[in-house]
C-alpha cells in the first residue's frame, strides 16, 4: 500500500505540471502599439474595434490605453472613451496604464460614472525602469522617486479593487546609460512585488537584447521574485523578439507581452521598433510543448490575428510588420494567383 502512494503522482502535482506550459499573453498593441504612433491621430472607433477584435480572437488579457499626460503622449489622450466603448466580455482583462495619482484619480472617477454592472475595466499597471536616465525621459523623475510614486498609486488602486501590474523597463540595455545592471532590475522588481503589484513584467525597451542576456538577467531577478510573478516584454529592433521570448520561457516564464502586427515603440526609445509580434510567438509556439492559453477554443486564433495585424496596419498606412502575417499573406497571393 505504501508503495503505491509513493508511486502514484498526486492529481494536483499532475494538473500543476500539465497547466505549468500554459501561456499567457498579454496583448499590448493597443497601448504600447499605437502610443509612439507618429503619422496619424488615430480615431478612438478604431482603437475600441481593435480591441473588441482581439478579444473576438481569443485574447483574455489586452492593454487598452494609458491615462498619462496627452501632452507628453498625445495618441493615449482618448483613453477614457475607448474605456466606454469597447464590448466588454466577461473573464478578460482590459488594463490601463497608469504614471500617477493623477491619473489614478481621473480613472477612479470614470469608474464611479459607469452605469454598468461590468466594470470598465479592473486593473492598472505601473511602470518605472531599472535606470534614472531612462526614468527621467519618460516619467521625469528617478526611479526612487518614481516607485515612491508608485507605492501610493498601487495602495489605493488596490484598496480601490483593481489588480496592479508592474512594468520595469530597459532590463538589459538603456538608451541613455548604456548595459544594464541586472541586480539594479532584481530591486526595482522586488520593490513593486512588495508594493503589491501581483506580477511584473520585464522589459527590453530597445529591443537590442539577446537570448542568453534574457536568460542572465532573468537568473538574476529570479533570486528575488518567483517566477510565476514575472512576465517577459521583448522589443524586436534587432530581429530578436521570438528568440528571447523562447528563451524566457526556457528560464520559467510563462507571461508574454506581445504586440499584434508587432506595432509600437516607446516614445522615450529612441529608434526602438514594436514590440514582438503576436501572431509570430503564436507560430513559434504551434506543436511545441507550450500551449498559449486563450478564449478560442481554448487559445488565440492566429489566422484571425494575421487579419487584425494587416487590418490596423493599413489604418496606420503601412504593411504589418509580423512576419508570419507577411508570409502568410504572401500564401494567399500565391494560392490567389493559381487560381
Ligand atoms: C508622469 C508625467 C505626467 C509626469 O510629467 P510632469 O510634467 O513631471 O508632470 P506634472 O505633474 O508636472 O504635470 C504636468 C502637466 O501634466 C498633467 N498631468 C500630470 N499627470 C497626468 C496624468 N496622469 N494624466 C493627464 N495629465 C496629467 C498635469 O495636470 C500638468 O498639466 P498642466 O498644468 O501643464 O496643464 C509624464 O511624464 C507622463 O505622462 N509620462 C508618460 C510617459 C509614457 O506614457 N510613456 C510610455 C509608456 S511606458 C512604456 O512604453 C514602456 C513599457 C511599459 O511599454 C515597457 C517597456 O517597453 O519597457
Redesign the pocket.
Known sequence: MSFLRASITPLSTLRRRFYSNLVNIVE?GPR?GL?NEKKVAIPVPTKVELVNRLVKAGVTNVEAG????????PQ?GGTADVLKGIDRQKDVHYSV????K??LD?LVALLDNNPSDIPLTDEVSV?TAATDGFNKA????TVKESLEKLAVVTRTALDRGLRVRG?V??VIVCPYSGKVDYKRVREVAKELIDMGCYEV?L?D?VGQGKPHQVGEMLEEVKKAVPVEKLAG?F?DTYGTGVANVLAALDHGIRTIDASVGGLGG???SPGATGNVATEDVLYALQGSPYQVAGSNNGTIDLKEMVNIGWWISSELGRPSASRVARAVRAKEERHKSRL
Not at 66 to 73: D, E, H, M, R, T
Not at 97 to 100: G, S
Not at 138 to 141: A, D, I, T
Open positions: 499590448v504600447d502610443q494609458s491615462f498619462v499626460s496627452p501632452k507628453w503622449v493615449m496604464l497608469v504614471p500617477n493623477r491619473g481621473d511602470f519618460n516619467l521625469n523623475c512594468y523597463s530597459v513584467s522589459g525597451t516584454h522589443h516607446c516614445p522615450y
